[in-house]
């Protein structure tokens, strides 16, 4: 009742001010249970995809956004309930992967959508980066559910990060066609079979998307775009120092 009031709503809204257009809807099954994964542009993916569908859509999120204290964190918790978020409890000794796949597993046996982004963070800079074998394959291994591979177009330009206000622009998405690895059902041990599941799905996604794709994985990407940017604070500091230093001396030789 919620997830439909929230469709309505929030689904209806997006589709009426970004105007998003869709390729290959009819790749989506009308009835029983499928893994969508996609790429992941932009915080705004999860709530575009499902704006575009008949079905619900579960995706997962951090449980903090569920146990906030406060009028504000009920409301919160109510919006994400809403938008069809799983809240997923970090701790434990394997964190939040062993989670995600318990419930995406369950989400899928109870011949649902389940939606994940292989890549496992936001790209940094609109590349398409390495699929994590651990979630995405595991759950399509231990289901035999099929994988629709689906692309998000120009989600990140919509609100970089730093920007507070969107930019009203079309986004679009495109959808491939199912992928059926009921062959390596009960395979999901097999870390080489996981492997080449994920790059065979994380290939449909790149064809669909358009992306360059590196192959590393996005959080190493991340890690090094944050010592890049530290390096070159601290160089443009050594800079101004130096600066600072050879204009007090000039100043002090004029003096004298």
Do not use: C
Request: no cysteine.
């Amino acid at each position: 009742m919620i997830y439909g009031a929230m469709k309505f709503s929030i689904g209806g809204s997006l589709k009426l001010a970004f105007r998003p257009w869709v390729e290959g809807l009819e790749n989506i099954p009308e009835r029983g249970p499928a893994i969508l994964a996609s790429n992941h542009l932009s915080f705004s993916d999860s709530f575009f995809l499902p704006a575009v569908l008949d079905r619900k859509v579960t995706f997962i999120a951090k449980a903090e956004y569920f146990t906030s204290p406060g009028v504000k964190g009920k409301l919160t918790a109510a919006f994400f309930k809403g938008v069809g978020q799983l809240p997923v409890d970090r701790s434990g000794a394997r964190g939040a992967g062993e989670a995600a796949i318990k419930a995406g597993i369950q989400v899928v046996e109870s011949g649902g959508l389940f939606g994940i982004y292989p890549e496992g963070t936001r790209s940094p800079d609109g590349r398409l980066y390495r699929g994590k074998p651990g979630g995405l394959a595991r759950v399509a291994l231990a289901t035999g559910a099929p994988v629709i591979p689906v692309a998000m177009i120009d989600t990140e330009k919509i609100q970089p990060p730093g920007q507070v206000m969107p930019k009203l622009m079309r986004p679009g998405i495109r959808i491939g066609k199912p992928l059926d690895f009921s062959r390596y059902q009960g395979m999901d041990g097999d870390r080489f079979i996981l492997r080449s599941v994920t790059d065979e799905v994380m290939y449909e996604i790149m064809k669909l998307s358009g992306q360059e794709y590196v192959d590393i994985y996005a959080t190493a990407a991340k890690r090094q775009l944050a010592d890049e940017a530290k390096a070159k604070a601290e160089e443009a500091k050594r800079e101004r120092k130096q600066a600072a230093a050879g204009n007090g001396n000039g100043t002090e030789r004029s003096g004298a």
